[in-house]
């Protein structure tokens, strides 16, 4: 890596840079890049922000990029290039490579480690909710560490801004917020295009030296509505070439699995595969590593997937009419390499709804009929790009949605992240004998789900078949219309249907769907020993100390609140409720001091109380108190970090609707605590607790929402804090797991 970027860039992608790579690799990424499709943007961006941060520019250089693909497409290809670029530098071990979209977006392993370098690939909607506090198939309770972790040391790349919708205000409001509130370390912002945008701030045409003459001939086609889906069949039987690949670009997924169908029905003998998002992971998976394989004498059904982050090409593309940056895209997958000499063929037609907003698109079309235009002349087109209207993302919507409780409005940033038509929800299927969920039913695994449209999944509501576990009681009960949000887990009773193997989702099948639920299984991995409180809150302090000294941008006085956090964290663990549960597995023999974690497998005790939380216990302690106070430490910052430590305990504390007056998420007035010492010399002794500091009218929340509010703090530096005390807690708990395998109660 030591013989500049040229070297890097070729072992990794096997050719030289283009000038404005390497410009990139020696500056820095931009806020604006403008290059034609194929131009080698994804590179471009990963490449020059990864020799900076391992090479060049280290200490500067922010440790994790988060490359952004718009909803919709699939980030596998993007995933697995970036995979195969770090194996050829000898990196792999190095970064830390994830995926987070689909059902992959609530893989949270990425979260565990934020001193290290990391990229993680995933599409805009999955990302910019987890930027905001309100993820999609996110868990709330983890909600903190993701805006913390994705706010802070991170460079975004939004590849193909124009087709982020709502998303494209959004992410650039959200980088001036984060210059404007401040952050513990720098975080950027880049965002991409493969069309011209004369408004742009950032002018020079980066185009220079990129492959431009590959040419597609325009031609369009005129099927009649009434049978539409029959005559775009004949068209593109009638189009391809034996030998060559036929892409087909629907505009929903609904006429994409006609059109497939209907392939199929007429030409039997030929490979017709389907390409779109909304298949089982492994299906998903599968599907995208299929289209990309070169060389194949096919035809590819697919919604706007392929439209960015795909280096799939063909001899013949139709598409339907679609914004500009769309089919800009789209024709830049036909000839894409100019593999066809003589050129491709680019076809289109309007979709049977009409034209929509995109009327400026189709007059460029037909002013452009029966030429061979290049993707120079595609660049450089002068087109509306027909930007809908979107809410604008406010400093107050940011500042609201850093509350994550229940109850908490916004409860949804779906208007300022994707259109209605385009929300989606993940749907697992079950075999039942009972026709529903037992009462223990796990939720589904990522393996089990589909992403799916929020507005095919609402169409069955009516029959009740479509079942959520509540987020209160946690009970599975009927999901019904003001359950489906953005990113919302639901399972469906496989013997109704929904999915085909070579379909995916198919909401019109109903064929039986094959489950993959493989049934309850009791984890691999658990804590293997009695670990004492004391133990666990020195190790915790240790673990936090380590993860602060290998972090830029923190002060001194931030680094002591999360190691001060990190030794109190827990002591409301001292609770006799915390300490019968851990006892309560039956057997074992438990040593008699106060415990912070159970031995497998005897660690299956139950509380004896509903909702108990027992940071909530470790706050009070803390309030109750002023010894533990030392020169150089903010307590007020220490308490909150301590009482948030779970997600659960932040800006507002609801109590349950089914508790009493007395009591607020497990906790009663008057409940008393034993003295707690820990090595470090602190003391505290026992007390009675008082949950009035955390209700509606104590002075928790205006506390909380000072800290938000303070000029050295700030929501992006407070929720960042909260992650490293979270991720402390995580690895010193880790120190005692081992297998479960052979443990015998």
Same mark, same amino acid.
Request: proline share 7%; with cysteine.
């Given at each position: 890596?030591?013989?500049?970027?040229?070297?890097?860039?070729?072992?990794?992608?096997?050719?030289?840079?283009?000038?404005?790579?390497?410009?990139?690799?020696?500056?820095?990424?931009?806020?604006?890049?403008?290059?034609?499709?194929?131009?080698?943007?994804?590179?471009?961006?990963?490449?020059?922000?990864?020799?900076?941060?391992?090479?060049?520019?280290?200490?500067?250089?922010?440790?994790?990029?988060?490359?952004?693909?718009?909803?919709?497409?699939?980030?596998?290809?993007?995933?697995?290039?970036?995979?195969?670029?770090?194996?050829?530098?000898?990196?792999?071990?190095?970064?830390?490579?994830?995926?987070?979209?689909?059902?992959?977006?609530?893989?949270?392993?990425?979260?565990?480690?934020?001193?290290?370098?990391?990229?993680?690939?995933?599409?805009?909607?999955?990302?910019?909710?987890?930027?905001?506090?309100?993820?999609?198939? @996110?868990?709330?309770?983890? !909600?903190?560490? #993701?805006?913390? /972790?994705?706010? *802070?040391? $991170?460079?975004? %790349?939004?590849?193909?801004?124009?087709?982020?919708?709502?998303?494209?205000?959004?992410?650039?409001?959200?980088?001036?917020?984060?210059?404007?509130?401040?952050?513990?370390?720098?975080?950027?912002?880049?965002?991409?295009?493969?069309?011209?945008?004369?408004?742009?701030?950032?002018?020079?045409?980066?185009?220079?030296?990129?492959?431009?003459?590959?040419?597609?001939?325009?031609?369009?086609?005129?099927?009649?509505?009434?049978?539409?889906? @029959?005559?775009?069949?004949? !068209?593109?039987? #009638?189009?391809? /070439?034996?030998? *060559?690949? $036929?892409?087909? %670009?629907?505009?929903?997924?609904?006429?994409?699995?006609?059109?497939?169908?209907?392939?199929?029905?007429?030409?039997?003998?030929?490979?017709?595969?389907?390409?779109?998002?909304?298949?089982?992971?492994?299906?998903?998976?599968?599907?995208?590593?299929?289209?990309?394989?070169?060389?194949?004498?096919?035809?590819?059904?697919?919604?706007?997937?392929?439209?960015?982050?795909?280096?799939?090409?063909?001899?013949?593309?139709?598409?339907?009419?679609?914004?500009?940056?769309?089919?800009?895209?789209?024709?830049?997958?036909?000839?894409?390499?100019?593999?066809?000499?003589?050129?491709?063929?680019?076809?289109?037609?309007?979709?049977?709804?009409?034209?929509?907003?995109?009327?400026?698109?189709?007059?460029?079309?037909?002013?452009?009929?029966?030429?061979?235009?290049?993707?120079?002349?595609?660049?450089?087109?002068?087109?509306?790009?027909?930007?809908?209207?979107?809410?604008?993302?406010?400093?107050?919507?940011?500042?609201?949605?850093?509350?994550?409780?229940?109850?908490?409005?916004?409860?949804?940033?779906?208007?300022?992240?994707?259109?209605?038509?385009?929300?989606?929800?993940?749907?697992?299927?079950?075999?039942?004998?009972?026709?529903?969920?037992?009462?223990?039913?796990?939720?589904?695994?990522?393996?089990?789900?589909?992403?799916?449209?929020?507005?095919?999944?609402?169409?069955?509501?009516?029959?009740?078949?479509?079942?959520?576990?509540?987020?209160?009681?946690?009970?599975?009960?009927?999901?019904?219309?003001?359950?489906?949000?953005?990113?919302?887990?639901?399972?469906?009773?496989?013997?109704?249907?929904?999915?085909?193997?070579?379909?995916?989702?198919?909401?019109?099948?109903?064929?039986?769907?094959?489950?993959?639920?493989?049934?309850?299984?009791?984890?691999?991995?658990?804590?293997?020993?009695?670990?004492?409180?004391?133990?666990?809150?020195?190790?915790?302090?240790?673990?936090?100390?380590?993860?602060?000294?290998?972090?830029?941008?923190?002060?001194?006085?931030?680094?002591?609140?999360?190691?001060?956090?990190?030794?109190?964290?827990?002591?409301?663990?001292?609770?006799?409720?915390?300490?019968?549960?851990?006892?309560?597995?039956?057997?074992?023999?438990?040593?008699?001091?106060?415990?912070?974690?159970?031995?497998?497998?005897?660690?299956?005790?139950?509380?004896?109380?509903?909702?108990?939380?027992?940071?909530?216990?470790?706050?009070?302690?803390?309030?109750?108190?002023?010894?533990?106070?030392?020169?150089?430490?903010?307590?007020?910052?220490?308490?909150?970090?301590?009482?948030?430590?779970?997600?659960?305990?932040?800006?507002?504390?609801?109590?349950?609707?089914?508790?009493?007056?007395?009591?607020?998420?497990?906790?009663?007035?008057?409940?008393?605590?034993?003295?707690?010492?820990?090595?470090?010399?602190?003391?505290?002794?026992?007390?009675?607790?008082?949950?009035?500091?955390?209700?509606?009218?104590?002075?928790?929340?205006?506390?909380?929402?000072?800290?938000?509010?303070?000029?050295?703090?700030?929501?992006?530096?407070?929720?960042?804090?909260?992650?490293?005390?979270?991720?402390?807690?995580?690895?010193?708990?880790?120190?005692?797991?081992?297998?479960?395998?052979?443990?015998?109660?």
């Amino acid at each position: 890596m030591s013989h500049g970027f040229g070297e890097f860039f070729h072992t990794a992608t096997g050719h030289r840079p283009y000038a404005y790579q390497t410009r990139f690799a020696e500056s820095g990424l931009p806020r604006l890049v403008r290059v034609p499709s194929g131009g080698g943007k994804s590179a471009a961006a990963v490449l020059a922000w990864l020799y900076r941060r391992l090479v060049s520019a280290v200490e500067v250089t922010p440790r994790r990029l988060v490359y952004v693909l718009p909803q919709g497409s699939l980030a596998e290809p993007t995933h697995a290039r970036v995979a195969e670029w770090l194996r050829r530098l000898g990196c792999a071990d190095d970064v830390d490579l994830h995926l987070l979209a689909g059902p992959e977006s609530q893989n949270g392993t990425w979260r565990r480690f934020p001193e290290r370098t990391a990229i993680l690939v995933g599409t805009h909607d999955g990302l910019l909710s987890r930027a905001l506090m309100r993820g999609f198939a @996110d868990a709330r309770a983890m !909600a903190p560490v #993701s805006f913390g /972790l994705l706010n *802070t040391d $991170t460079h975004w %790349v939004f590849d193909e801004m124009h087709l982020l919708g709502p998303g494209l205000p959004t992410s650039t409001r959200l980088q001036s917020l984060r210059e404007s509130f401040g952050a513990t370390a720098p975080t950027g912002s880049t965002w991409m295009s493969s069309t011209w945008d004369a408004d742009a701030p950032d002018g020079d045409d980066l185009a220079t030296g990129t492959p431009l003459a590959a040419v597609r001939r325009v031609r369009r086609l005129d099927p009649d509505p009434t049978r539409y889906v @029959d005559d775009l069949v004949a !068209a593109l039987g #009638s189009a391809h /070439l034996p030998g *060559t690949q $036929t892409i087909a %670009v629907l505009g929903s997924a609904r006429r994409a699995r006609e059109v497939h169908g209907a392939l199929r029905a007429a030409h039997p003998g030929r490979e017709i595969v389907l390409v779109h998002p909304y298949a089982r992971s492994a299906d998903r998976r599968d599907r995208a590593a299929e289209a990309e394989e070169p060389g194949r004498d096919r035809i590819l059904v697919t919604t706007r997937a392929p439209d960015v982050g795909s280096d799939v090409s063909s001899r013949t593309l139709l598409t339907e009419l679609a914004p500009w940056s769309a089919l800009v895209q789209r024709a830049g997958r036909c000839n894409r390499h100019g593999e066809h000499p003589d050129g491709g063929d680019l076809l289109w037609c309007v979709p049977p709804d009409g034209p929509g907003t995109d009327e400026g698109v189709a007059a460029w079309l037909n002013a452009h009929e029966g030429e061979a235009v290049t993707t120079l002349d595609l660049f450089r087109a002068r087109v509306d790009h027909g930007t809908a209207p979107s809410r604008v993302l406010g400093e107050h919507d940011v500042l609201a949605m850093f509350d994550n409780a229940h109850g908490a409005v916004p409860a949804d940033a779906s208007p300022w992240i994707c259109a209605d038509d385009e929300r989606t929800v993940l749907v697992a299927w079950r075999a039942w004998e009972s026709g529903e969920p037992a009462e223990d039913e796990p939720q589904a695994a990522r393996a089990e789900q589909c992403e799916a449209p929020l507005a095919d999944v609402r169409e069955m509501l009516d029959d009740r078949g479509v079942w959520l576990r509540d987020p209160v009681d946690g009970r599975w009960r009927h999901a019904v219309a003001d359950d489906l949000r953005a990113g919302t887990s639901v399972l469906l009773d496989a013997a109704r249907g929904g999915y085909l193997p070579d379909v995916g989702w198919a909401p019109e099948s109903g064929i039986p769907v094959s489950s993959l639920f493989t049934g309850r299984t009791p984890p691999a991995i658990a804590c293997v020993a009695w670990v004492s409180l004391d133990r666990h809150l020195l190790e915790t302090e240790e673990e936090a100390r380590a993860i602060t000294s290998a972090l830029p941008g923190l002060t001194e006085e931030q680094r002591e609140a999360v190691a001060h956090a990190a030794r109190f964290h827990d002591l409301g663990k001292c609770h006799d409720v915390f300490q019968a549960m851990l006892r309560g597995g039956g057997g074992g023999e438990p040593p008699d001091h106060l415990l912070a974690k159970s031995k497998a497998p005897w660690n299956t005790g139950v509380s004896t109380r509903a909702y108990f939380r027992h940071e909530l216990v470790s706050a009070l302690l803390l309030l109750n108190g002023e010894q533990w106070h030392t020169h150089g430490v903010d307590p007020e910052l220490v308490t909150y970090l301590v009482a948030a430590h779970h997600g659960r305990v932040r800006v507002s504390v609801r109590p349950e609707a089914d508790e009493d007056a007395l009591t607020l998420l497990g906790v009663r007035d008057g409940d008393r605590t034993p003295p707690v010492a820990v090595s470090t010399g602190d003391r505290f002794p026992g007390q009675s607790l008082d949950t009035e500091v955390f209700r509606p009218d104590g002075s928790w929340t205006p506390r909380a929402l000072a800290l938000r509010d303070r000029d050295d703090l700030g929501p992006f530096r407070l929720a960042y804090l909260e992650s490293l005390v979270r991720v402390a807690d995580w690895r010193s708990s880790a120190r005692h797991d081992g297998p479960t395998a052979g443990l015998v109660p």
